[in-house]
Nanobody
Framework: QVQLLESGGGLVQPGGSLRLSCAAS????????MGWYRQAPGKERELVAT???????NYADSVKGRFTISRDNAKNTVFLQMNSLKSEDTAVYYC??????????????WGQGTQVTVSS
C-alpha cells in the first residue's frame, strides 16, 4: 500500500559523506516517526537515527556527531546526512516510517534497503 523509496547509497571513501533520502510513495499520509536502521552481514538490524513528528531526534551512539537526520513533512521525506564515514558504517540502510492508518492504528513500513559501502 505504501512504498518507502530510498536513494543515495553507494561507495564512498573513509571520511567522506553521503546523503540518504527516503520518500513515501503516497501523498496525504499521516506519518509519525521516521527513521533509519542498518544491518551489516552477520549482525542484527540496529537503529541509526529517528526523527519524530515534532522533529525530535535520537541517534545511536556510534553515529552521534557524524550523522544528521531531518525530514520534509510536505514531501513525506526523511534524510540522513552521513559525514566522516568509517568502514564500520558499511551496511544496508533501511528507511522506516510509522504511518497512521486512522486515528487509532499505525503501520510500520520499511524501505527495501540501500547499500552503503565505506572503503578506500
Amino acid at each position: 500500500q505504501v512504498q518507502l523509496l530510498e536513494s543515495g547509497g553507494g561507495l564512498v571513501q573513509p571520511g567522506g559523506s553521503l546523503r540518504l533520502s527516503c520518500a513515501a510513495s503516497r501523498r496525504f499520509l499521516r506519518i509519525n516517526t521516521m527513521g533509519w536502521y542498518r544491518q551489516a552481514p552477520g549482525k542484527e538490524r540496529e537503529l541509526v537515527a529517528t526523527i519524530g513528528s515534532g522533529d525530535t531526534t535520537n541517534y545511536a551512539d556510534s553515529v552521534k556527531g557524524r550523522f544528521t537526520i531531518s525530514r520534509d513533512n510536505a514531501k513525506n521525506t526523511v534524510f540522513l546526512q552521513m559525514n566522516s564515514l568509517k568502514s564500520e558504517d558499511t551496511a544496508v540502510y533501511y528507511c522506516n516510517a510509522v504511518i497512521m492508518r486512522d486515528s487509532f492504528r499505525a503501520d510500520n513500513w520499511w524501505g527495501q534497503g540501500t547499500q552503503v559501502t565505506v572503503s578506500s
